[in-house]
């Protein structure tokens, strides 16, 4: 974007994107991400680099533990002489009261209630118990453990409430065989027996001490307190209450929580409890609804508090230490109210206090107040409580179930409406993947996961992180089809992320959900590209993609001619990736089933993106045919940089592909080499000469250096001459059998693709897909006047609105001091480009800038207001040419400058970066004489007319990138001057011979003539809104030659006679023809004496005269002046609406 530097008097930037607005924004062109993509156009090192994804998979495999050792040193009825335990304390274990038996029983009874528990977590494991055993059975214990185990995780479970507490030198107590001595038992040791990996849960006063002796990265370690704690022995707990934190953690949280709310739940009884409905496997009662939400407190607490890779350690890596840590969140909270901290290996920050125990204690108070009602006409008391509650629920009791879920679906829709990768991540993300496994809630969770993968990659990363990869995998293999959309839109951000999906999605046959997807009636066509965009990457690079694929690949064939460009997009790249690099049999019936509707499509499709797609997957065949090649040699000529530049990199897997080097090898002295070969080299050759886009001519080079030396001398024509590119096939054309290849048949599988250079590897479906990893810009964003696009918009209609009502104001002269001043005009700047000739420039039509063109390829930018050049580079015409057109696109949004040279080339520039180059009319010669390339543009319709000495004028539809319009001009002389309507579709154009025609470019009509003038036509304008005094607007043409002609379009009556300086007509320089926001045309014309510059304008509306349309009115003087340089002659005028300021360039002799 010109940027004019800063002054005084008020210079403003050129127009920048969009902002916000009630009216719809202007259509702005040549300024799409295929334009300005730093992937496509950008240096390796500038380029943006691909979004990072943050490791979610386990990088050691998933472990198991399924041999796990019960160790209990009771010594029921003898208390350890360290401890000395108050009336009443805690008795229970595992919730058996040990003094209602014997102590052997009991013993036993302990162990295999420890067990049971044990294998609600993991029922598949191994249980070995070892009840107040000595240090050879633990010995023993754990080296048969660890030989079964083998290289799984092993748990040893140590209960020491009947031994002294561990010692500060690593000891633990056992027994003797007689029961009559303690004897330690070093740490060190049962590490070695052990082994690793292993975890390690110690329930005994002082555990913490043991901590400072394990070293070992893969042992786990999990301590009932500290090192200087002993555990709670309040009568309400049970003695091991940390092993029944982890074990029966819903029965511990519950009574913890009456415990601590008397006064709302003192009218029950903690026996209650356990007689909650329900199983904890079956998420539909209470009892596992509540074991559910407990679950995804827990892992959410986690989650939010806990470093990303140790939670994948804990949580993610195995089953049962995964539950025994979740549960440990439970063990932290009860214990630390009664004055223990429980420790662990790795350490974990505290988590006692996390605002989500708060919704625990809310489900678990939903729960309990459900069991017991009292009646109002009865005593609280009646009827017993064991009457009204049974195993299983009773017609008097109706469970609810819990809002938990529900309430945090919206507390994330409230984050999603407010949130930001700038603001920390949704707290709710791990309870939205539980809800995954409710067929409930399990569609407005994908939807919900879906509109926050709207934010990116920062989403997407989150989520595979929390853990969701699984569940959607196993979602593939779901029939439900409301469930179809959301899982390809989760799908495809997954995809666009991270690739390594691709051997997982081939695991599952995933491609079919998605070929399956593709067949819906009605389907959106979001939904379409999307489940095109992930069978594209499912083939990216992964050759068992494409195997799973190509035998379905003819169902993406359909989508080729759908009605949205990004859907045939899609459909072209996914064929294309699934047979980039991939050798097969089939690959000659695989370009005869698909090489003619790519072909269709790379000639004439709207979309330059849809051409560049196209021409990929032509060049991505797998036989690389020289022959097939030709047939799209003319997309090295199409308008479009992105087509010709996929068309180069097609062109290089042919030429360089191992088979058909031999074509180009003249060393067995045969001076005849193979006709295809030879065009593929001319069209290469033709393009490193004459391609206007900068980009593109070093990736010739580079592949021109690649083929033979030998070969390239002998294709080169000894005169130099290039032949001509093919045209573009029709819809019906078929692929030409190869002849070359043919006869190749026994090297086909001998030969693989080549591996092209970077610079020579498309960077199309790279570009494409950095689509998907992008953000979803907010939605107000652009209509919000608050924000600062809105402010700059708003700012920017406000501006041009005034400078549109004062150029009105002006030009009507209502005011005597306005026309006054309209006589006298002052210099007011002078800017020396110091070359030796300015032949073209143009004002802005907004803003204060001025580009000034030399008599070469020089530009230059300068600040009206401040006389400073802001900005100078070349346009890079060739040598011998020079620029003949300038112009704006996008005047009131994003302003883009065009440079036309006589050679027939256009370039457009957003700032001094090229972003569009094409050759507007090829059969233009460049040079001195001649009208050079004459150009219009209408802004409203997106149409670039060009022409000049040749007999066809060509209307180029920028947004499609190529030439819709192509008008004969039906006579030999050169177009000298062009205009066109934005509304009425016509065209007017001033000719060498002094004709003046009208072209309506709509149709086939044969243009009107007019024929006033009788030698070259140096300016003409068009407009529908001229004023006449008597019967309002009229549609006038003015013509110039060495007089001015103003016309009514309808019919062709000359209204206006000449009325310019006297001077020879070959001396008329610099016409400029502009309407002045008024609807009356305004004529600036110089005289080559380098004294007489003069301003017309048509008859004001203040003057009213009598109706005669068949006498010639004057066309009225409204100023004259001299430049005041001596020996100067003058090259060009042009004027601007910013207050009627009119800039002459000079030519110094």
Known sequence: MFVPSSSGRGGMLLPTPEGGSAAPPTRTYAMEDRHLSKILWGDDEDSDPPPEVVPWRMVTPRLKTMDVALVLCLNIGTDPPDIVKPTPCARKECWVEPFSMPAQKALETIGKTLQSQYERWQPRARYRQSLD??????????????????????????????????????????????????????VYELQVWVGTPSIYLFDCSAAGILLQHFRSTDAILLAACGANEVL?????????????????????????????????????????????????????????????????IT???????????????????????????????????????????????????????????????????????????????????????????????????????????????????????????????????????????????????????????????????????????????????????????????????????????????????????????????????????????????????????????????GSVTPF?????????????????????????????????????????????????????????ALGAFPRQDLSLALQFSWCLLDASPLVRREGIVAYAGVVLHPRNVALFDTSNNSSVLDPSAASVWSALKQVQQNDPFPALRPLVKILLTRVPTAALASIIPRDNSLPNLETPPSAA??????????????????????????????KLYAWASAEYNRGKPPPDEATDPLSPEGQLHLHRRRKYAAIRATATHLALQKDDDIRHYGLHLRQSAVFNS????????????????????????????????????????????????????????????????????DDGVVKVYESSNMVLAFAAVPDLTPGTRG???????????????????????????LDHEMCTIAVPTQTDACVT??????????????????????FDVRGAKSPMVLKEHSSWIVGTTLSWKCRDDDDGARNALVSIQARAVVWVCVGGRQIVGPALPKGKRQDIRGPSVADDGAGCPRLCAAVRDGIAQSVYQSVSPRRRAARADSVPRRLPRRTHWSSQLPRVSPASIASSRRGHGLAHCDLFQ
């Not at 980039?580 to 698909?594: C, D, G, I, V």
Request: with cysteine; net charge neutral; aromatic share 8%.
């Open 133 to 186: 055993p000595t240090a050879e059975e633990i010995k023993q214990l754990c080296v048969s453990l660890r030989r079964h185990a083998k290289h799984d995780r092993v748990l040893f479970h140590y209960n020491g409430h009947g031994v002294p507490r561990p010692t500060s030198n690593g000891e633990i107590w056992v027994f003797n065989k007689s029961y009559t001595q303690y004897i330690p038992l070093l």
């Open 232 to 296: 709670p022995m309040h009568p309400s707990l049970c003695a091991d209450v940390f092993t029944s934190c982890l074990t029966t953690p819903i029965t511990v949280a519950l009574r913890w929580f009456l415990s601590q709310n008397e006064k709302s739940m003192g009218h029950l009884e903690p026996s209650v409890i356990d007689r909650i409905p329900g199983k904890l496997t079956d998420r539909k009662t209470p009892l596992g609804e509540l074991n559910w939400i407990f679950t995804a």
């Open 299 to 553: 892992d959410t607490i986690a989650w939010n508090l806990f470093p990303p890779a140790l939670f994948q350690r804990l949580f993610r890596q195995d089953l049962l230490v995964a539950s025994l840590f979740r549960n440990f969140l439970l063990a932290e909270r009860i214990l630390k109210s009664q004055g223990c901290t429980p420790c662990s290996l790795p350490a974990l920050p505290p988590t006692s206090h996390h605002p989500l125990w708060r919704s625990w204690d809310l489900a678990a108070e939903t729960c309990l107040s459900q069991l017991h009602t009292p009646s109002p006409m009865a005593p609280p008391s009646t009827p017993p409580l064991n009457t009204v509650l049974t195993a299983s629920p009773s017609a008097d009791i109706t469970f609810h179930h819990s809002r938990f879920f529900a309430e945090q679906l919206t507390a994330f829709e409230v984050w999603l409406e407010f949130g930001s990768p700038a603001k920390p991540p949704p707290p709710q993300l791990p309870i939205i993947l539980q809800m995954l496994l409710n067929q409930a809630l399990r569609l407005r969770a994908l939807c919900l996961l879906t509109d926050f993968f709207e934010l990116g990659p920062y989403a997407v990363n989150l989520t595979l992180n929390v853990g969701i990869f699984p569940y959607v995998e196993k979602l593939l293999q779901s029939p439900a089809p409301e469930l179809r959309h959301v899982l390809v839109s989760i799908w495809c951000k997954i995809m666009a992320l991270d690739k390594s999906c691709q051997v997982d999605l081939v695991k599952v046959d995933g491609h079919l959900y998605f070929l399956h997807h593709l067949t819906t009636p009605l389907l959106p066509d979001a939904q379409k590209i999307q489940a095109l965009f992930v069978l594209s990457g499912l083939c990216d690079g992964f050759t068992l993609g494409q195997q799973a694929l190509l035998p379905h690949v």
């Open 560 to 616: 080729l001619s759908d009605a949205n460009p990004m859907v045939r997009l899609w459909a072209c790249l996914t064929l294309g990736k699934s047979w980039e690099r991939f050798e097969l049999p089939s690959a000659a019936a695989l370009e005869r089933q698909f090489a003619p509707p790519l072909l269709h499509l790379a000639a004439s499709d709207p979309s330059p993106s849809v051409r560049a797609s196209a021409v990929f």
């Open 733 to 762: 054309s078929s692929v030409r059998p190869s002849q070359s290849l043919d006869s190749m048949s026994s090297v086909d599988n001998a030969l693989s693709a080549v591996v092209l250079p970077t610079q020579l590897q498309s």
């Open 834 to 901: 110091k070359s030796e000739m300015s032949s073209l420039m143009v004002f802005h039509p907004y803003d204060s800038v001025l580009v000034v063109a030399d008599d070469k390829d020089q530009i230059a930018v300068w600040n009206v207001d401040s006389s400073d050049r802001v900005l100078q580079f070349s346009n890079q015409n060739p040598v011998g040419s020079r620029v003949t057109a300038l112009g704006w696109l996008n005047q009131e949004t994003q302003s883009l400058l065009y440079c036309g040279s």
């Open 931 to 957: 009208s050079g390339l004459v150009t219009t543009w209408q802004q409203q319709t997106g149409l670039f007319f060009a022409g000049g000495n040749c007999s066809t004028l060509r209307g180029w539809q």
């Open 977 to 998: 001057s062009l205009h066109s309507d934005d509304v009425m579709g016509c065209m007017a154009a001033g000719f060498g011979d002094g004709t003046v025609r009208l």
